[in-house]
């Protein structure tokens, strides 16, 4: 965790240089609000500007109202550029990102219809928000395993508080406890089972392969590369 930690504060510092050697000082508030840390398999990101869908490398930056899908036995790794919040999307998942810049923070919202993705939040400024089919989960500063489909959105608490809410109520589920949040009802919760807990490990962070490339034009629109090799020196 304490790698990790210093993991992606290296990248931050890295993508505000970039930033100024680009010449871009965030005039649009809902571009790069994100990037891909890691992606494995099948990873495609639709643009909102475009509509077209490209691969999602890692070091792709992300703007707000961008999709990310994954096909079977990938993964994608997103962090947001103004803190280390940091999504795990699973396969066969379907999630988009909408992001406002406001002063040094984002304000952020996920969207996902279907999938799984781990999610840990830095401590917000503002809520963030992550909006399913079947309810809405407020978060301020927390990590959980998110599981949506059609009918259910199950969220299985690591650490923090999340406020889960729909039409027929809302409750508060802590660190430990499972989350339910359906169609037809009030949201419930329950005790982690054993069975849950192995499941948050298995899909909670971890190193992997450390090496980011990312790609920027600088402040005369020439294409350039930086690769930055993140593995922990020994």
């Known amino acids: 965790m304490e790698r990790m930690n210093h993991v992606l504060k290296y990248i ?47 070091g792709y930056r992300l703007d707000s109202g961008d999709i990310i899908r994954t096909s079977s036995n990938s993964l994608a790794a997103i962090m947001f550029t103004d ?57 301020k500063g927390s990590a959980a395993l998110f599981n949506i489909s059609g009918a259910e959105t199950k969220i299985i608490v690591d650490e923090g508080i999340f406020k889960l809410m729909n039409k027929f109520g809302e409750i508060l589920v802590n660190a430990g406890e499972t989350g339910i949040l359906t169609r037809n009802g009030e949201p419930v919760k329950y005790e982690t089972t054993d069975d849950e807990k192995v499941e948050l490990d298995l899909n909670s962070e971890d190193s992997g392969d450390m090496e980011l490339k990312i790609k920027f034009k600088d402040s005369q629109g020439v294409e350039k590369e930086l690769n930055i090799n993140l593995e922990e020196k020994k």
Do not use: H
């Open 12 to 58: 931050l510092m890295i993508f505000g240089v970039i930033t100024i050697l680009s010449g871009n000082s965030f005039a649009n508030d809902s571009k790069d609000v994100a990037l891909v840390l890691k992606s494995k398999g099948d990873v495609r990101v639709k643009k909102a500007a475009t509509k077209k869908w490209y691969k999602g490398k890692r």
């Open 83 to 139: 803190d280390k919040t940091l999504m795990k999307v699973r396969d066969n998942s379907s999630v988009a990102i909408k992001g406002k810049r406001e002063k040094k923070s984002i304000t952020k919202r996920i969207f996902c219809s279907v999938g799984k993705f781990w999610l840990k939040a830095s401590k917000q400024n503002q809520e963030m928000v992550v909006e399913t089919p079947s309810g809405v989960a407020a978060i």
